[in-house]
Every structure is written in C-alpha cells, then in structure tokens.
C-alpha cells in the first residue's frame, strides 16, 4: 500500500529522472562502490577497497576513551558545536601537521566530515560547469567522482615513479590556456598517492608549486596518508613551503580510524569564511562526539606510537605484496614499489583489459581495482590498483598467486607470452 502511494507521488523513474536538476545526470556511482558486494565476500581475497586496517587499534583503550567522554563531558560532545570545528581539536590538529612541517594557526583550520567532505566544499566553492581541473594521472576516484559532479572537465597530468612531473604540468596548463578553458586548481596526492603509491619528492613539490604560482591556480594538496611512510618520513607538506596558494587536506581516517569520520581543511585565511559558511550549509557542524573523542584520544594516549604500529603493519603487507608480485606476475608486468600508504600500482600489456578479466578473478577468487575507475576519460584500461592494507600476508601472498595465474592465461589466449 505504501509502496503504491510513493509510486503515485513519483511516476516512473524517467518522469523522476527529468525533474532532476542537470548537475544530478552527473552524479553515479564509482567503479569502486560497484566492486564492494563482490570484493567483500569472504571467500573473495579483496585487493580492491582501501579500508583502513583496524587490527592493530586496540578497541579496549578506544572504548575507555569514548565512555569517559560521555561521564565527564557529555553535556558537550553531544551537543552542536562550532561550524568550523573545536577550538582544542583544531589546536591539535596544528600539532598534528608540525609532524610534515607545516605551521598553521588553529584559525586557519576547518575541520570537516573526513576530508571527502572537504572535497565537496572546495568543490562547491570554485567550479563552475566546463571548469578544468588538473589532477595526477591516475588520481583517487574519490576526488574524480566530487569534480565531476560539480561539473568540471578533468584533465589528467601525466606521472612517473616519482609522482606528478613538472614540465607535463606546464604544457597541461598552457594546452588549456590556449583552447580557452579556465583552471580552477590542481590537485594531488604528494604522499603515497592513491592510486599510485608514489611518493613526490622534495624538489618537484618546490617546481610544481612555483609552476602554479606562476600561473595563479590553486594547489589542493591531498595527504591522509603523510604519516604512513615506512622506513622514513615523507618531505615535508607542501604547505610548509607556501602557505598562500595551497589548500592542505588532512584526515585522522588513516592515523586514528574512519569510523569519527574527521578530517580537516587548512586553507589561506582569505578563503576560510567561504569554507565555513558551505559547511554549515551541507552540515550546520561537524560531530562534537568524533571531534571530542579524537582530542582525548590525541591528549591522553600515546598517538604516535600508534601510527607507528599501523605503519609496521602495512609495512609487513606490502613486502607480502612486492615479494609476490616478483614471483607470481608474468615478466611483462611492471609495478610501483612504495615507500607508504596503502596501494600498489600495476600496469600491463596494453592488450590486456583488467575490467573485462574482472569475472575471470573473481573465478579465482581475487578482486582488484580496474585502472580504468582512476582516469576521469576512460584510459587505464591496462592497468590495476592493488591494495595491501587489509588482507592478512598470507591473504595476500594466495590473491596475487591466484592473480598471477589469471593473468598468465590472459597473456596466453592473446599470444603475448
Ligand atoms: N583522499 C584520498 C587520497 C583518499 O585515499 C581518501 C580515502 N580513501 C580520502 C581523501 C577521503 O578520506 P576521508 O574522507 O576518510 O578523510
């Protein structure tokens, strides 16, 4: 009966799909999401999603952490908050970044819902429809999915093994320039890039950000994962170098756990008013509850230890990953090797389809990110993302086996090997 009056309020799906504004046509799910019932099948060693791997968070601290937040100090973690964040939490969070360099005002930082939310905002704030936005090539089907929304046309800059390179920046730029089109910003990922896992070194982030000065566009510098490096730390942010013309995003999803869902923008001071009045009006303020019990956490428990264990952790799964990707991918393969973060990056012969060979895995029992779900204009057709971060080693060393044979009779059928 419900079902028959909501049906009589909204005609059929096209009637509905007019009514929409223009800008929904270009809201649709990521090729990531439509992986996830699959990939999480547990029967299923999922190299595909890059969740966070919580096993080595001790639940029993975390759990004192927020009930003692309730006992003392319940009044305010629930209650509405500030929409540009807790003040104690934002000082915190300058802290936080001392760690990669930066020196911030806590005035200077909004803290957002994670920093997808941050995304949005941005978003929000610059891009008109037919705007360009420069990103890495591949980039983090996340942020690709938030620009496309809002309408922008992304242009792909090309990478290396040492991240975004600077002279492909400024043929990018002057190639738009010269066919008329307006770049809002460029935005990428300096540390442990996702989907690369390449680490930008210090002297192409001190060319690049004098290539965007140069040309007055904006640097949105994306860094959940800074503090994940491995053997040692990364260069310093890009924001310690300029603190004018970069907005720093950084998020506690990686370092602490995802589930507060607390990230954070730092921004120059002439843009956070724009930043905070767009937040209020998506979330009227981000959780006092995730934001109080982050500052306790950071205040009372010992978080760099912490980070330390996590990236130990990821550490043990990526020698799992590169040790197998050396015995079990055919030779024709190539691969990146990171120095952090969460993900390995494949690339193939270019006859190979990693979306069509995505059932054949699945036979096998392995699931991957297909390149293609990275490239805002349908390349990567040959490559994949693999993620370490979740599976046991063991998991891992049985996914890329599996993967290796999968491939191994795809090169065969097409003659390749
Ligand atoms: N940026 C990058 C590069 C990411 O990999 C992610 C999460 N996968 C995010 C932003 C969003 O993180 P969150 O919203 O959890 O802070």
Known sequence: MSNDITRLHTGSPENLTERFAHRASHMKASEIRALFAVASRPDIVSLAGGMPNLSALPMEMMSEVVAKLIVENGAEALQYGSGQGHPKLREQIC??????????HPDDVVVTTGSQQALDLISRIFIDPGDVILVEAPSYVGALGTFQQYEAQVVHVAMDEHGLIPQALREAITTTRAAGRKIKFIYLIPNYQNPGGVLLPAERRTEILEIARTAGIFVIEDNPYGLLGFDRPSPNAMRAEDSENVIYLGSFSKTIAPGFRVGWALVPQSLKEKIVIASESSILCPSNFSQLAISSYLS??????????????????????LDSLEKHFPKEATWTKPEGGFYVWVTLPPEIDTKAMMPKAIVAKVAYVPGTAFYADGFGSWSMRLSYCYPSPERIRDGIKSLGGVLKTEMQIRGLN
């Open 95 to 104: 802290d936080v970044m001392a760690l990669e360099g930066i020196r911030a």
């Open 300 to 321: 009372d428990q010992p978080w760099r230890d912490q980070i330390a264990s996590f990236t130990q952790l990821y550490k043990t799964r990526r020698d799992a990953m």
